[in-house]
Structures are given as C-alpha cells and as structure tokens.
C-alpha cells in the first residue's frame, strides 16, 4: 500500500455496500478526545464531507457544513455516513449525512452540507453587476511565519495502540499534522469578562502528494475544530486570567462552516484568526477565520457552539 499523509488517512471515507447505497465508513481510526472515549469531532466533520463529496459531480465544490452533534461518537468503533442526496441541480446539490455506529444505532451526528460549481457568476450572465466583499486579511505588522517559533499540541492527537497499528499500515505516524506558530495576544483577558480573547496564528499541514480539491477541504473541516478554545489560551498562558485558564471545551454541539475557495490548500501557509465571543451558562460560541498568508485570500470562516468546564465542575 503506498505511503499516504495522516491528514488524508484520518478525513478519508470508503464506501460500505454491504450497510446500503450512499453509506461510507471512516478507512483509518478516529482521533481520540484527550479526556473520555469520545472521538475529536473534527474527524467527524471532515469524513462527513468526504462522503457527501463522493456522490456529486467532481465539478461541485463543497461551500458550507451546517452539523450537530447529537450524542458521543465513540472514537473506538467505526462511523458510517449514511448520505441523502437531498437535492441536485444544474449548479449545486444538497447532501444530508447522518453518522451512527453498530447496527441501527441511533443518529449521533447530522450536517446539510452544500455543494456548488466555483464562479456561478461569469462575464456572460453579468459578472460586472455582481457584489463582492471579502474580509480582508489582518494587518501581522509584517510578521511571518518562519518568525514564529513552532508549537505543538500532541495532546490534540490521542490515539490507541490499536489505532496506532492501522496508521502504520498505511505508513503514517501519529505525529501532529499541523505546524502552528501563534503571536501573542491581541488584547488580554480582562477579569470582568473572561471570555474576551482573540488571537492570531500562521498554521499549515504537511506537505500534500495530492492535488484533490475535495482532500484539501476535507482537511480544512478537520482543522476548524481543533482547540478553538484551547489555541485562545495557549497563545499566551502566563498573560491569561485565571478565571479563564480554568475553563476546557468539553463537547462541541453545533458547526457551522463555510469554504470561499475551491482552490485552498491545507499545506500552505494560513493566518487563522480565533475568538470567543460569548460565554454564559457553561456554554461557549467560538469563531475563527483562515486566510491564505500569501494572498490574503480568505479561505474559511468557522462558527462552533460547545459545552465548557471549568476545572472539574462546569460551569
């Protein structure tokens, strides 16, 4: 079997005929959360797309994932992706997927994720008459990524001997896909308001053999949940509140994603803006924006709603 990225092992689906037409299961393990069985909800959101991607033309780009998740996705027992090919037209498509685990289990996770051709509007049907506005990359004051000393978070990427076992068929290691290099805190936290955070980081994944645009978003959607929470702290522990230091995204509930770009690749280099912009209840809405660092491109906006702990008790 030829050496395939961990990028493309963990977001990969294949198809499973024997369960039905349109039912895909994931073909390497799920990342395990750092605390409980539960599986790293980005695995979910990026095979989700993987399988709704393989029932429609190539020509459909995927645009957004609207998802909940409904109860634990246990990260040792496979998913299947049960997709309803909800609507097809001439320049976009429906897909809703469903993910469950065992035989007739229930739904654990549900997205409506949408497809459409890249440039709906062309110079024959009125391009001029079109309006455009992009979020425009943030001022770095000339930072660079090669700048920025790396870190890691291998916390991010628990994974069991068994698992440990399958990547290495594949000839993959578990090691963190990712290189991030997080700036200092825009604004700190102030005590009266712990969840007013928001940080800057260049961040890209490994080198990629393949050219697939569908690979690359899928792995787009992996990367939106990764540590929203986490990577706001992180960026600067000694600075934080200790209000805000305790707390620890537990559960994600509901994503909402959207792709601007086809064309993006995982392997280059990204500005991803987080930040926190309500938290009550023990309950948290989190966002980030990712821009291509060298044209200033925006790639993906984020939205994610999750359940919070502070230390042992939540919130």
């Not at 493309?8 to 605390?35: K, M």
């Not at 393989?54 to 246990?74: D, E, K, W, Y």
């Not at 500005?271 to 009550?280: A, F, N, Q």
Request: charged letters at 15%.
């Amino acid at each position: 079997m030829a050496a395939r990225s961990l990028l493309g092992v963990l977001t990969s689906v294949t198809p499973a005929p024997e369960l039905g037409r349109d039912i895909y299961t994931n073909q390497g393990p799920l990342i395990q959360q750092p605390v409980g069985e539960a599986a790293f909800g980005g695995s979910i959101l990026s095979q989700a797309i993987s399988a709704a991607a393989a029932t429609v033309q190539p020509l459909l780009h995927v645009v957004s994932s609207q998802s909940s998740f409904l109860r634990p996705v246990q990260a040792s027992s496979h998913v299947h992706y049960h997709v309803e090919r909800t609507s097809d037209g001439r320049t976009s498509a429906t897909r809703v997927v469903r993910a469950t685990q065992g035989g007739g289990g229930p739904c654990l996770y549900v997205a409506i994720i949408s497809f459409q051709t890249h440039g709906l509007v062309t110079p024959a049907n009125n391009e001029h008459n079109a309006l455009k506005y992009a979020e425009p990359l943030p001022d770095l004051g000339g930072l660079h990524p090669h700048s920025i000393p790396k870190q890691d978070f291998p916390q991010l990427f628990q994974l069991s001997d068994e698992s440990l076992q399958v990547l290495s068929k594949f000839g993959v290691s578990a090691d963190d896909p990712f290189d991030w290099r997080l700036l200092p805190l825009e604004k700190s936290v102030c005590k009266s308001n712990s969840a007013q955070i928001h940080t800057y980081a260049f961040v890209r994944a490994e080198p990629r053999s393949t050219h697939s645009g569908i690979s690359h978003l899928a792995a787009m959607a992996f990367l939106s949940d990764i540590s929203l929470l986490e990577l706001s702290l992180m960026a600067n522990w000694e600075s934080v509140h200790e209000d805000a230091r305790a707390l620890a995204m537990s559960t994600t509930l509901n994503s909402q994603i959207t792709l601007h770009s086809p064309t993006a690749r995982i392997d280059e280099w990204m500005v991803c803006e987080s930040g926190i912009s309500w938290v009550k209840g023990g309950r948290v809405t989190n966002y980030q924006r990712f821009w291509n660092a060298a044209n200033g491109e925006i790639l993906m906006e984020c939205t994610q709603d999750a359940i919070i702990k502070h230390g042992r008790a939540q919130i």
